[in-house]
C-alpha cells in the first residue's frame, strides 16, 4: 500500500479532502519553524512532526495550503541556503531567531564503526627481501599478497618461532594506522623484523613467498600492505644512503 503522505497528497492536492502531508520539504519547513529537534527519521520525530501538520492543516482550500507548504521549502526554506528575508513565517520561525536553520532539521547520526586490530610483521631476510602471504580468496583482500599478521597480543618473535618456523627479531614497532572498510576500522601495528634463517620457512610460490622491494613485480598487494612496503623501501635506503 501507500504510505501516510502519499495518500494525504492525493486526498488533498487531487481531492481537496482535508489530510495533512509530510514530504521533504514540509518537514524542513516545520521542523525549522518550531524548532523540532532530532532526525526526522525516527519515530518520535515523525509522530511530532505528523502531529504539527495535523493541527496546522486548515479545513478550507487545503489544496492552496499543501501545495504552499511544498512550494515554500523547496524554494525559500532551502536544505542549504534558505531564504529567511523572503518567507513568510519570518517573524514566528524558531530556527531563524536563534540563528540555527542550518542546524534543522538534525541529520542522521552516522553509527559509530567497531574498531579491529592486527600486527602485521615486516620480516625481511638476510637480503632485505619481506615475507609475503597470499590471502585466502574469501574475506577482506582476497588473493592479494599481505604481510603476516597475528594478534597484537601474540609475541611477534613467539609467534614467527612457532607459525611459520622463523628465528626473527623485533627491531621497532612502528606508529599504528588506521584501514577504514565499510562496517569497521582496522588499527594495524606494522612491526619490523629481522631473520637469519629464512630457509627454514616453509615456502611456496602460490602462498608465500620473500619479496623483493627493489624489484618488486606486479603481484596485487592490500592497499595498506603497498604503503607499508612503501614506507619499509624509504626506510632501508635512509639506514644505506
Given amino acids: 500500500g501507500i504510505g501516510r503522505s502519499t495518500s494525504g497528497a492525493v486526498l488533498s492536492l487531487a481531492l481537496g479532502q482535508r489530510h495533512p502531508f509530510l514530504d521533504g520539504n514540509v518537514k524542513r519547513v516545520l521542523a525549522r519553524c518550531f524548532a523540532v529537534p532530532g532526525w526526522p527519521g525516527e519515530a518520535a520525530v515523525q509522530r511530532r512532526l505528523w502531529s504539527l501538520a495535523e493541527q496546522l492543516t486548515p479545513t478550507t482550500r487545503v489544496r492552496e495550503y499543501n501545495q504552499a507548504m511544498m512550494d515554500l521549502g523547496a524554494a525559500v526554506c532551502s536544505r542549504n541556503r534558505p531564504s529567511c528575508g523572503d518567507c513568510p513565517l519570518y517573524l514566528r520561525c524558531h ?23 592486527v600486527r602485521m610483521l615486516l620480516i625481511q631476510d638476510e637480503n632485505n627481501a619481506l615475507l609475503l602471504e597470499r590471502r585466502p580468496l574469501s574475506g577482506i583482500w582476497g588473493g592479494l599478497w599481505t604481510l603476516p599478521q597475528c594478534d597484537v597480543e601474540n609475541h611477534p618473535e613467539v609467534w614467527c618461532r612457532e607459525q611459520r618456523g622463523l628465528l626473527a627479531e623485533v627491531s621497532a614497532d612502528w606508529p599504528v594506522r588506521r584501514h577504514t572498510f565499510s562496517h569497521f576500522h582496522l588499527d594495524i601495528l606494522p612491526t619490523l623484523m629481522s631473520t637469519s634463517n629464512s630457509a627454514n620457512c616453509v615456502m611456496d610460490g602460490e602462498h608465500r613467498v620473500w619479496y623483493n622491494t627493489a624489484e618488486p613485480d606486479a603481484r596485487g598487494l592490500a592497499a595498506p600492505v603497498a604503503r607499508l612496503i612503501g614506507e619499509f623501501t624509504e626506510h632501508m635506503q635512509g639506514e644505506t644512503g
Fill in 95 to 117: 530556527a531563524r531567531m536563534d540563528n540555527k536553520t542550518t542546524l534543522y532539521p538534525c541529520r542522521r547520526k552516522r553509527k559509530s564503526l567497531p574498531i579491529q586490530q
